[in-house]
T-cell receptor, first 113, second 114 residues
Framework: SQQGEEDPQALSIQEGENATMNCSYKTSINNLQWYRQNSGRGLVHLILIRSNEREKHSGRLRVTLDTSKKSSSLLITASRAADTASYFCATVAPTGSARQLTFGSGTQLTVLP | DTGVSQDPRHKITKRGQNVTFRCDPISEHNRLYWYRQTLGQGPEFLTYFQNEAQLEKSRLLSDRFSAERPKGSFSTLEIQRTEQGDSAMYLC????????????FGPGTRLTVL
C-alpha cells in the first residue's frame, strides 16, 4: 500500500518556471526521500531529508519537511525540459531494520520548451 | 558500469509459466530490496535481504513468489504459475546499512503476462 498522496498528480509548466510538488504521509518517519523516474526507467535519488531537518537544498532542488503536518514539498527552480519525469516521495520508518522505502503515488511533471 | 543491473529488461510470458529475474547490486552494498511497480503508481516493497539473509517480506509476496540471495551478492526473484495480475515493473535496489542513505535502483524488469 502507498504511504501517502502526492499533489498534484500531474503538473505542466513552461521552461524556466518553478515547479512545486507536495507529499503527505501517514506515519512517523526516520527520513523522507525524493526520487525521479523517467518513463519506463528505474528511479534516481534526488535528495534525502531527515526527520529532524526542516529544509534542505541541492542545486536547483529545495525540499521542506513539516513533521507536525506529515508533509513535504519539493521545489524545482528554473525548470528545464529535461526535468520532465515522474517524481515520488518515499518515507523510511523510524523503527525496524529493513528501512524499506514506502512511496507515494507520484507527480507527473511536464516541462514545455 | 558499477550501478545496479537487472536482467532481463523485458519478459513476456503466458499465464501459468514460471519466470525468474536477476539483480546484481552495487558490489559493496549488503542490503538488497525488491519492489513492484504498476502503471501510474509508486513502487511497493516486496522483500529485503541483508547479505544472504531474507529479513522481511511484504504481504504482497504470495507463496508463488520466492527470492534468494545465495552468496550475499546477486539476487533472483522467481514467480511461479504467473497470473495476469503479476504484470508489472519489478525493481531492484541496493544500499549500505547506514540509517539515512539512499537506495540505488536498477532499470527494472518489465513483466507482461498474457
Amino acid at each position: 500500500s502507498q504511504q501517502g498522496e502526492e499533489d498534484p498528480q500531474a503538473l505542466s509548466i513552461q521552461e524556466g518556471e518553478n515547479a512545486t510538488m507536495n507529499c503527505s504521509y501517514k506515519t512517523s518517519i526516520n527520513n523522507l526521500q525524493w526520487y525521479r523516474q523517467n518513463s519506463g526507467r528505474g528511479l534516481v535519488h534526488l535528495i534525502l531529508i531527515r526527520s529532524n531537518e526542516r529544509e534542505k537544498h541541492s542545486g536547483r532542488l529545495r525540499v521542506t519537511l513539516d513533521t507536525s503536518k506529515k508533509s513535504s514539498s519539493l521545489l524545482i527552480t528554473a525548470s528545464r525540459a529535461a526535468d520532465t519525469a515522474s517524481y515520488f516521495c518515499a518515507t523510511v520508518a523510524p523503527t525496524g531494520s529493513a528501512r524499506q522505502l514506502t512511496f507515494g503515488s507520484g507527480t507527473q511533471l511536464t516541462v514545455l520548451p | 558500469d558499477t550501478g545496479v543491473s537487472q536482467d532481463p529488461r523485458h519478459k513476456i510470458t503466458k499465464r501459468g509459466q514460471n519466470v525468474t529475474f536477476r539483480c546484481d547490486p552495487i558490489s559493496e552494498h549488503n542490503r538488497l530490496y525488491w519492489y513492484r511497480q504498476t502503471l501510474g503508481q509508486g513502487p511497493e516493497f516486496l522483500t529485503y535481504f541483508q547479505n544472504e539473509a531474507q529479513l522481511e517480506k511484504s504481504r504482497l509476496l504470495s507463496d508463488r513468489f520466492s527470492a534468494e540471495r545465495p552468496k550475499g551478492s546477486f539476487s533472483t526473484l522467481e514467480i511461479q504459475r504467473t497470473e495476469q495480475g503479476d504484470s508489472a515493473m519489478y525493481l531492484c535496489a541496493s544500499s549500505d546499512t547506514s540509517a539515512n542513505v539512499e537506495q540505488f535502483f536498477g532499470p527494472g524488469t518489465r513483466l507482461t503476462v498474457l
